[in-house]
T-cell receptor, first 110, second 116 residues
Framework: GQSLEQPSEVTAVEGAIVQINCTYQ??????LSWYQQHDGGAPTFLSY????GLEETGRFSSFLSRSDSYGYLLLQELQMKDSASYFC???????????FGAGTRLAVHP | GAVVSQHPSWVICKSGTSVKIECRSL??????MFWYRQFPKQSLMLMAT?????????EQGVEKDKFLINHASLTLSTLTVTSAHPEDSSFYIC????????????FGQGTRLTVV
């Protein structure tokens, strides 16, 4: 089966940098994804890492270490609109169903 | 990204009644449809997977006779919550998938179901 662990809550101030960690256990690994979800909304895709290393997309970056079964999402220059839940996720059974971690609620304060 | 339409966005129903939720993929053919349920401040939990024209596969603990899934076409899938009870109140989200292995998942807007 699959399991993912991530912190439940993170708090930061505007302009700061925050890192959300995710460790996973899977039977077969097809990449680690990150999704953002605002309250009442649908998840939106942020990033996907299949290979080790850092992927940068604007203010957001995602890192993967397959040997450590670990990844993180790095959010820079935090803005109030970044307050949301962030989920790491892995595919189960190839590019098939997506299994989500419990989610990390990020609160950005002025 | 893909365009997915899910409706209704919210619904209130009485205990014992049934509610149908529709999910349409507007610009691609969804060979597979995933249905998720999310309780407040919790994660998205996969309920079932359906392939077009086939019976759905339900995750452990999800009652197939209570949550009826129809995936009769490549652009439309429905989830019917039958004999709804207050504990079924939740946020239901569809996620259509096309063949070929997208690394990005696409989601409907979600349906907030409240059973009173």
């Amino acid at each position: 089966g699959q399991s993912l662990e991530q912190p439940s809550e993170v708090t930061a101030v505007e302009g700061a940098i925050v890192q959300i960690n995710c460790t996973y256990q899977t039977s077969g690994f097809y990449g680690l994804s990150w999704y953002q979800q605002h309250d009442g909304g649908a998840p939106t895709f942020l990033s996907y890492n299949a290979l080790d290393g850092l992927e940068e997309t604007g203010r957001f970056s995602s890192f993967l270490s397959r040997s450590d079964s670990y990844g993180y999402l790095l959010l820079q220059e935090l803005q109030m609109k970044d307050s949301a839940s962030y989920f790491c996720a892995v595919f189960s059974g190839g590019y098939n169903k997506l299994i989500f971690g419990a989610g990390t609620r990020l609160a950005v304060h002025p | 990204g893909a365009v997915v339409s899910q409706h209704p966005s919210w619904v209130i129903c009485k205990s014992g009644t049934s509610v149908k939720i529709e999910c349409r993929s507007l610009d691609f053919q969804a060979t597979t449809m995933f249905w998720y349920r999310q309780f407040p401040k919790q994660s998205l939990m996969l309920m079932a997977t359906s392939n077009e024209g086939s019976k759905a596969t339900y995750e452990q603990g999800v009652e197939k006779d209570k949550f009826l899934i129809n995936h009769a076409s490549l652009t439309l899938s429905t989830l019917t919550v039958t004999s709804a009870h207050p504990e079924d109140s939740s946020f239901y989200i569809c996620s259509p998938s096309r063949s070929g292995g997208d690394t990005e998942a696409f989601f409907g807007q979600g349906t907030r179901l409240t059973v009173v």
